[in-house]
């Protein structure tokens, strides 16, 4: 499939399984960091909205006026954190490079690159809406 020219209703007739839609305050600056921080893919980037791939999976990035009418938007905080209780969890980045570049770009390290006893190593990063980016890679035997 083609992310800059599917039609809005072939795209949404397309996905399958378990989608994520994170609704931040600055589509654009939120894209843009994804790339520098992730290397994660952008299609169709505007204001309101973007196609984001990391890997073969897909999600997307709303802006807070593309929610209008939905529930979910008199919930938000005028100000502050959003991503509360949420972990986005990228297991094919190394924490140590996303740790680096995600400080480097302005947003916080709330956890360090460290091994954890479930065969992974991983840090812990808040961007600047407040969500939780857990980049991983599996654990070698050795530094188990």
């Known amino acids: 499939m083609d992310f800059e020219t ?4 072939d795209f949404g007739r397309s996905l399958t399984g378990v989608g994520i839609n994170i609704l931040v305050r600055d589509v654009r600056a939120a894209a843009a960091k994804l790339v ?3 290397d994660m893919k952008v299609f169709r980037l505007s204001a309101d909205f973007a196609i984001v791939t ?3 999976d897909v999600f997307q990035l709303h802006s807070d006026g593309t929610f ?3 529930p979910l938007l008199g919930l938000l905080p005028e100000a502050g954190a959003r991503g509360a209780g949420i972990e986005l969890r990228l297991y094919d980045t190394d924490p140590d490079e996303a740790a680096m570049r995600a400080e480097a770009a302005g947003w916080h390290i709330l956890q360090a690159p460290a091994n954890k006893p479930h065969g992974l190593r ?3 990063i808040l961007d600047a809406d407040g969500y939780a980016w857990v980049p991983s890679r599996g654990l070698a035997p050795e530094e188990e």
Not at 6 to 9: C, D, I
């Open 54 to 56: 990391y890997g073969k």
């Open 6 to 9: 599917v039609s809005s209703g």
């Open 122 to 124: 991983e840090c812990v």
């Open 68 to 70: 209008g009418s939905h």
């Open 36 to 38: 520098e921080i992730f």
